[in-house]
């Protein structure tokens, strides 16, 4: 899974999670080689490698001794860690949302990994207790749709959005859509606590955090809910239920896109050409979990924009791990918690292989980005269920 080494790193997480479905086990060979699969040897993975193109080496038994052997020396910040089930998986998505409107759904579909989709009204019917892992991406969980009302408000999306929105929220029993947000993100919120794995991209991050924090106030304006909002609702907010973030600021002017002080998109003045982001380096062995979240065969991953693009580094919680930063910026790209028996990340923006995704905007070929380290970032969460349990440090 090195840079030289892998032509198509995406399936080759495809590859891995085929595997574990056929009840075989698998070693994620944590920084050794961008952090390779070692996969049992059959007729049959083989076949399946060079069908989908990904690269492999066969070894000997006594060469694959070798290498566990040296990825064991305590002067190695390497560690083999098993792969035992493959997990189920969840993506968050309303009906009829376009697979490539979501860069999860893209890559899943790219790397031949099975995924359900789920809605608010599987949510409240506790339709989550099935699945070991569930992706929320470009939603909103105020009920100020998007926040997208000044340029979209009399687009013909918007509107029908907006009625079908409504109509859901009446249909489950609830007065506002606002209300009725809560109610899934208090669920979600239940689920991950109960021990379920939450990976969460682009404006879904910041709109789950906001909405825990403003549970009992109403923080939409009236043509977000036909009525006022409740008055200096700032002074209201509880910090204490959020995952990630503490001490923001909500932007409460209607016209503006953007939620709060959590995101940085709008405070950024970096240009494309130079806009990059780091990995943190973790301890392999005493800290297994971060580790695998940041295999990669490149430890400086390019930037890209979203409706949250990146994540202000004085407002996370000092509990959450920064996994990915841009130093220099004062800004989190990709962070990291645990939240009662379960995890939850967050990876700010909205496709790694599309800087500044827009409505309307055509689908990315992920074709033309099998090597992709920003995409790889994805797989390796989609992957961190299926890892034997491992303690984590806060």
């Known amino acids: 899974m090195d840079a030289e080494g892998q032509q198509?790193?995406?399936?080759?997480?495809?590859?891995?999670?085929?595997?574990?479905?056929?009840?075989?086990?698998?070693?994620?060979?944590?920084?050794?080689?961008?952090?390779?699969?070692?996969?049992?040897?059959?007729?049959?993975?083989?076949?399946?490698?060079?069908?989908?193109?990904?690269s492999f080496e066969i070894l000997s038994n006594n060469k694959t001794e070798e290498i566990l052997e040296f990825i064991t020396s305590p002067s190695q910040n390497m560690e083999a860690v098993v792969l035992e089930k493959?997990?189920?998986?969840?993506?968050?998505?309303?009906?009829?949302?376009?697979?490539?409107?979501?860069?999860?759904?893209?890559?899943?579909?790219?790397?031949?990994?099975p995924y359900d989709t789920v809605y608010d009204e599987e949510v409240l019917n506790d339709a989550l207790l099935l699945y070991?892992?569930?992706?929320?991406?470009?939603?909103?969980?105020?009920?100020?749709?998007?926040?997208?009302?000044?340029?979209?408000?009399?687009?013909?999306?918007y509107i029908e959005e907006k009625k079908e929105a409504e109509a859901l929220a009446t249909k489950l029993g609830f007065d506002k859509v606002s209300e009725e947000k809560l109610a899934v993100a208090l669920k979600i919120r239940d689920y991950v606590i109960g021990g379920g794995f939450m990976f969460a991209m682009c404006s879904a991050t910041d709109?789950?955090?906001?909405?825990?924090?403003?549970?009992?106030?109403?923080?939409?304006?009236?043509?977000f809910d036909g009525d006022g909002s409740t008055p200096n609702y700032q002074s209201l907010i509880d910090y204490k239920p959020t995952f990630a973030f503490t001490n923001f600021i909500l932007e409460r002017d209607p016209?503006?896109?953007?939620?709060?002080?959590?995101?940085?998109?709008?405070?950024?003045?970096?240009?494309?050409?130079?806009?990059?982001?780091?990995?943190?380096?973790?301890?392999?062995?005493?800290d297994?979990?971060?580790?695998?979240?940041?295999?990669?065969h490149t430890a400086l991953v390019k930037g890209f924009m979203g409706q949250t693009t990146s994540f202000t580094r004085d407002e996370i919680k000092s509990n959450v791990l920064i996994l990915g930063e841009n130093k220099s910026n004062g800004e989190a790209k990709y962070i990291h918690g645990i939240k009662g028996k379960g995890f939850f990340t967050f990876y700010g923006?909205?496709?790694?292989?599309?800087?500044?995704?827009?409505?309307?905007?055509?689908?990315?070929?992920l074709d033309l980005h099998p090597t992709s380290p920003g995409y790889r970032l994805i797989l390796n969460n989609v992957l961190f269920p299926a890892a034997k349990k491992h303690k984590q440090k806060t």
């Open 255 to 286: 016209n503006k896109y953007e939620f709060s002080s959590i995101d940085m998109t709008n405070r950024r003045q970096i240009p494309k050409e130079t806009d990059y982001f780091t990995l943190m380096e973790y301890s392999a062995k005493w």
């Open 349 to 365: 923006g909205h496709d790694p292989e599309d800087y500044t995704h827009k409505v309307g905007d055509p689908k990315t070929e």
């Open 86 to 113: 493959a997990p189920q998986i969840a993506v968050y998505t309303p009906k009829g949302m376009q697979p490539w409107d979501d860069a999860v759904t893209m890559v899943l579909t790219y790397a031949e990994i």
């Open 132 to 157: 070991d892992w569930l992706h929320l991406h470009h939603e909103d969980f105020t009920g100020q749709y998007g926040k997208f009302y000044r340029s979209y408000r009399s687009a013909a999306w």
């Open 207 to 223: 709109s789950f955090d906001i909405a825990l924090s403003a549970e009992g106030v109403d923080i939409c304006e009236p043509m």
């Open 8 to 54: 198509n790193h995406l399936k080759a997480y495809g590859i891995t999670y085929w595997t574990l479905s056929k009840q075989l086990k698998v070693k994620w060979l944590l920084n050794y080689r961008g952090g390779s699969f070692l996969l049992p040897f059959s007729d049959e993975i083989e076949r399946e490698c060079k069908i989908r193109g990904v």
């Open 288 to 296: 297994p979990v971060p580790t695998m979240l940041t295999q990669n």
